[in-house]
């Protein structure tokens, strides 16, 4: 009875695919719907990943510090999931088997765009710049891999993490997360710069970390905020994750282990639905330690990391840097970063109480509507700051803040007339419930 409900599920499930798309695949990342705003669609590379694992040695262990005791030490393994463009031989399509879901039980397999262990494509000119990819709390390096996929075949290698004690099946306590976070975010960059220069490895010659871009979605969102340059408050010090008092002074503002965080690689920073600012942990004075190009990204009604009293006054406060603030109107903590809900994750697990849905879904929006959106923007944004290019970076100055006050209005030939206001690469009427805010560096 349940593989045939199952199986029903599956065929009402699946979004309808374009021409030339397997239709015997479900659970698909790269869906592009016909709606999508300009630069969502995929680039011109083909693409491929592998993963890898990287060892941050000594660390300190968090889970197992007790008060008052020298905290032990442990080698940190974290597994990276690499995409980057390549040579596939004319094969556009692979599989991602194994993936857990929220439950942490669930293994599914997702279908894409990238040849597992394909050829790199080594690049015409200088080198591919990096993008690093940091999941929530919990989450995987899967669930931003829509995103992954599109900026690879944009001529992006894309790094996206595992963090440890943070995963769906290795979900640990709290404080490891709010302390390891930016350090693993700023390793992995090391690492791949690293891997870029050993001879013979598949990373040797194609990356280029000085043009640097970092993406974190929810707990992922803080780290980046803390790696862009904003130390956390006193308050936010004495927080209580769970293990001893303190710890994380590491990230303190004005500390000198926080000023050695900050990296001038990193070009650009992308935060979705970033945690932190409605629990106190940064205040304006810490805000102001942000020089990186951000775009924030959330949901007007997001209950985990608020939007008027989080993400919102994390823009407000940003004022020493490029600063944008997308907002998907009446979506909530799911907006624009999640993978579109697998279709295993609409079944109850043996001896769950709930569906692993809600964790990827929205109950206003359509997440690969959201996913489109975000895939557009992150490319005219990292396109801008990140590659320099002019041409990329004018999707981001859209001549009304919010979208449905734009007027489109386009002669027979397509030609625009005068009064035309409508956001740049979005058809009529495709990007009502949005708005894009933006702030420029201080002049102090």
């Known amino acids: 009875m349940r593989s045939a409900a199952l199986a029903t599920l599956i065929l009402f499930a699946i979004p309808s695919l374009s021409s030339g798309q397997d239709m015997t695949h479900y659970n698909r990342i790269d869906l592009i719907r016909p709606d999508a705003p300009a630069l969502a669609k995929h680039g011109e590379h083909a693409i491929g990943v592998r993963t890898i694992e990287v060892i941050n040695k000594n660390q300190i262990d968090v889970l197992k510090a007790a008060a008052g005791q020298e905290p032990p030490r442990y080698d940190r393994k974290l597994t990276l999931e690499v995409w980057y463009p390549a040579e596939t031989d004319g094969k556009q399509s692979g599989t991602y088997p194994g993936v857990f879901l929220r439950d942490g039980k669930t293994q599914v397999t997702l279908h894409g765009k990238a040849v597992r262990d394909a050829q790199p494509k080594k690049a015409a000119g200088s080198p591919y710049p990096l993008v690093i990819v940091s999941h929530g709390y919990p989450g995987n390096r899967f669930l931003l891999s829509h995103l992954a996929e599109n900026l690879a075949t ?79 408050t006193k308050e936010a010090v004495a927080y209580d994750s769970g293990v001893p ?21 990193i070009k650009a920073v992308v935060a979705i639905a970033p945690w932190g600012m409605q629990r106190g942990f940064w205040n304006q004075e810490g805000l102001t330690g942000i020089t990186t ?37 009446n979506a909530n903590h799911n907006a624009a970063a999640p993978i579109p809900a697998p279709v295993e994750s609409w079944q109850t697990a043996e001896g769950g109480s709930s569906t692993p849905f809600n964790h990827y879904a929205d109950p206003v929006w359509d997440t690969v509507r959201m996913n489109n959106i975000t895939q557009h923007f992150v490319t005219a944004f990292l396109g801008r700051y990140v590659k320099a290019d002019t041409e990329l970076g004018t999707y981001m100055d859209v001549p009304v803040e919010r979208a449905s006050e734009g007027v489109f209005a386009a002669t027979k030939d397509g030609s625009f007339k005068p009064e035309h206001t409508y956001w740049k690469g979005f058809a009529a009427r495709t990007a009502a419930g949005l708005t894009l805010e933006r702030g420029t560096r201080s002049a102090n």
């Open 154 to 232: 944009k001529g992006y290698a894309v790094a996206a993490i595992d963090h440890a004690d943070s995963t769906y099946n290795d979900q640990g306590k709290f404080g490891s997360t709010l302390i390891n976070r930016p350090l693993d975010q700023v390793f992995v960059l090391n690492a791949i710069d690293q891997l870029s220069k050993e001879n013979g490895h598949f990373l040797n010659g194609l990356v280029d970390t000085s043009r640097t871009g970092l993406i974190g979605y929810s707990m992922g969102g803080y780290g980046a905020v803390i790696t862009a340059g904003a130390g956390v």
């Open 245 to 265: 008092a303190g710890m994380l002074s590491v990230h303190l503002a004005e500390s000198e282990t926080h000023k050695k965080l900050r990296d001038e690689r």
């Open 293 to 329: 190009p951000i775009l924030y990204i959330a949901g007007s009604k997001d209950d985990v990391s608020g939007y008027e009293k989080g993400v919102r006054a994390l823009y407000s406060g940003t004022v020493n840097a490029d600063r944008f603030m997308l907002t998907f109107e």
